[in-house]
T-cell receptor
Framework: AQTVTQSQPEMSVQEAETVTLSCTYD???????LFWYKQPPSRQMILVIR??????QNATENRFSVNFQKAAKSFSLKISDSQLGDTAMYFC???????????FGQGTTLQVKP | DSGVTQTPKHLITATGQRVTLRCSPR?????VYWYQQSLDQGLQFLIQ???????AKGNILERFSAQQFPDLHSELNLSSLELGDSALYFC?????????????FGPGTRLTVL
């Protein structure tokens, strides 16, 4: 069975600084996708970034980038130039290419301080 | 706005009761997913429907059932409610049923069982 682990329940960062959120996963599959979702206080689930396992290049979306280490089964999220609006809970998620079942980590609460 | 709608936004009911949560997917999406977010269980996948047929099942209790109608909207029925069923229930939708299809989340229904 696939599992996703986020070992940092809470983190904080100063505005304009850089922060990295950690995620590890376990799977025996070769065809899968990894995601980071943001859940602000409104509780809406917002897709931040997506990584296809078959791609070696790390995904980037503006200030958000990932460090995908396939062999180590690690998928960290880097947020550069942190903004107050980045304050939220962040979920790492895994999905097999053959199913529609998203598997989420426990979440990391990020607080951006002014 | 993801384009996925869920009603009601909030629901307060008593133990032993039955409730129905409704979800309308984005226009053109054939897959609907239900997820439960609770303090003790985190975010977990419940069930997936594709074009009216059940396609995948997760940790969904026998007291819970779902269906997808010909117009593609879906309903999640929760019966014999217990205090532990209090949670935020998300619906998501995607075009296809495989993992590479991005899932768009609705705003959620907050269920409180007293």
């Amino acid at each position: 069975a696939q599992t996703v682990t986020q070992s940092q329940p809470e983190m904080s960062v100063q505005e304009a600084e850089t922060v990295t959120l950690s995620c590890t996963y376990d799977t025996s599959e070769s065809n899968y996708y990894l995601f980071w979702y943001k859940q602000p206080p409104s509780r809406q689930m917002i897709l931040v970034i997506r990584q296809e396992a078959y791609k070696q290049q790390n995904a980037t979306e503006n200030r958000f980038s990932v460090n995908f280490q396939k062999a180590a089964k690690s998928f960290s999220l880097k947020i550069s130039d942190s903004q107050l609006g980045d304050t939220a809970m962040y979920f790492c998620a895994f999905i097999s290419g053959n199913t529609g079942k998203l598997i989420f980590g426990q979440g990391t609460t990020l607080q951006v301080k002014p | 706005d993801s384009g996925v709608t869920q009603t009601p936004k909030h629901l307060i009911t008593a133990t032993g009761q039955r409730v129905t949560l409704r979800c309308s997917p984005r226009s053109g999406d054939l897959s609907v997913y239900w997820y439960q977010q609770s303090l003790d269980q985190g975010l977990q996948f419940l069930i997936q429907y594709y074009n009216g047929e059940e396609r995948a099942k997760g940790n969904i209790l026998e007291r819970f059932s779902a269906q997808q109608f010909p117009d593609l909207h879906s309903e999640l029925n929760l019966s014999s409610l217990e205090l532990g069923d209090s949670a935020l229930y998300f619906c998501a939708s995607s075009v296809g049923l495989k993992g590479y299809n991005e899932q768009f989340f609705g705003p959620g229904t907050r269920l409180t069982v007293l």
